[in-house]
């Protein structure tokens, strides 16, 4: 278990409202990852964070911001929500000097 | 850019069946590989890894080897069950010194009984 906890887990919402993803962690890791999950597409980086306040995008950035304002804690926003950011989205934290991931349960969002 | 390429699915075989899926990658640098598990609903578990050339990852029978020569990281496994159903997804890291995941699009396995 790697005490990631991601809220909501399920979510709908309509085109053009502002939507707040919230992943928490509990042990402090410096790294944590916002991914979307699609069909046909695998997982695609959205924003990353290796430290309070220091982020960076991804590959799929366009329509996201987020922030870090606390270790625990790495929020995803979506300022105005379209169609095309239904998707289900994943957090996730990197522990040590390794560089393998692990994910939260995920939110499944659907913007209608 | 660093990317992985898995063989598409769906697969479906019969418990106890001999399982392949094949995954080559192209990264800078020397990349750490992984292989992902994701259940019906659930997130993404790590598998197994590999973070060197030669290095076999395992874990629940699942086995994958970091072979740099053909760029390939493909798992196996001797006897599937139908707990295995699951979609499977190759990751890499580390290329260059990249902390990005880069994934595979995912392989859908199914195991009948």
């Known amino acids: 278990d790697a005490g990631i906890t991601q809220s909501p887990r399920h979510k709908v919402t309509e085109t053009g409202t502002p939507v707040t993803l919230r992943c928490h962690q509990t042990e402090n890791h410096r790294y944590m990852y916002w991914y979307r999950q699609d069909p046909g597409h695998g997982l695609r980086l959205i924003h990353y964070s290796y430290g309070v306040k220091d982020t960076d995008k991804g590959e799929v950035s366009d329509g996201y911001s987020v922030s870090r304002s606390k270790t625990e804690d790495f929020l995803l926003t979506l300022e105005s929500a379209t169609s095309s950011q239904t998707s289900v989205y994943f957090c996730?934290?990197?522990?040590?000097?390794?560089?393998?991931?692990?994910f939260g349960p995920g939110t499944r969002l659907t913007v209608t | 850019g660093d990317s992985v390429t898995q063989m598409e699915g769906p697969v479906t075989l019969s418990e106890e069946a001999f399982l392949t899926i094949n995954c080559t990658y192209t990264a800078t640098g020397y990349p750490s590989l992984f292989w992902y598990v994701q259940y019906p609903g659930e997130g993404l578990q790590l598998l197994l890894k590999a973070t060197k050339a030669d290095d076999k990852g395992s874990n629940k029978g699942f086995e994958a080897t970091y072979r740099k020569e053909t760029t390939s990281f493909h798992l196996e496994k001797g006897s599937v069950q139908v707990s295995d159903s699951a979609v499977y997804f190759c990751?890499?890291?580390?290329?260059?010194?990249?902390?990005?995941?880069?994934f595979g699009k995912g392989t859908k396995l199914t195991v009948n009984p």
């Open positions: 990751a890499l890291s580390g290329g260059g010194g990249s902390e990005k995941l880069v």
């Open positions: 996730a934290i990197r522990p040590g000097q390794n560089y393998e991931q692990y």
